[in-house]
């Protein structure tokens, strides 16, 4: 398998076509992530542009691109964040979708999915609830509950 010294040199965020693909790519992501039956309401009041622009320096750190990740610790930022499994697969779903859909490299899509990967324990805390954690959406749903709670 010849691999040319041209290729070698270009790392994985020149491959997917560096910021011209990506800054349009994520900022697709971002809004299918906020507009999503499933995980979309977690970002409920959230900016879609500052979460574009942190997902965006993120992935050029992990791909080696040349922006530099600015945001917070990820660990601290969904600590928070009641996130399950199935909620985890969503977002890593939706992430392979659009890359797939702007005809991103392959091998890049797979691993710009590992660097996700990795981050599993970190966004899922070691408290992971890989079910239902029915006391947590019951907190969560109880200000918008209005005319059926008891206040
Ligand atoms: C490996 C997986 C993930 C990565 C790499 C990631 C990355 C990020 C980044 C870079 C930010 C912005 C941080 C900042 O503002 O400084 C962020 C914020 C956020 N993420 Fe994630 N995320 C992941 C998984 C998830 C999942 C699964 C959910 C929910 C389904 C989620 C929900 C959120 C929310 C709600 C915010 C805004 C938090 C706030 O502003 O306080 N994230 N994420």
Redesign the pocket.
């Known amino acids: 398998m010849a691999e040319s010294a041209g290729d070698r040199a270009r790392s994985d965020w020149e491959l997917a076509g560096g910021e011209a693909v990506l800054r349009p790519a994520i900022a697709e992501f971002v809004d299918r992530?906020f507009d999503d039956a499933m995980?979309g309401f977690?970002?409920d009041g959230?900016s879609r542009t500052?979460?574009a622009e942190?997902?965006l320096r993120?992935a050029s750190a992990q791909l080696g691109g040349p922006l530099r990740y600015t945001?917070?610790d990820?660990a601290e930022?969904?600590r928070r964040?009641p996130?399950m499994g199935g909620?985890?697969a969503?977002?890593r779903q939706i992430l392979l979708n659009t890359l797939r859909a702007r005809g991103v490299d392959e091998g890049v899509i797979e691993r710009w999915i590992a660097h996700?990967d990795a981050?599993?324990e970190h966004?899922m805390g070691s408290g992971a609830v890989e079910h239902c954690d029915h006391a947590a959406q019951a907190a969560r749903l109880a200000p918008r509950a209005g005319t059926e709670g008891s206040r």
């Open positions: 992530m995980i977690m970002f959230r500052r979460i942190m997902e993120l945001g917070r990820i930022v969904h964040l996130i909620q985890f969503r977002r996700v981050l599993r966004i």
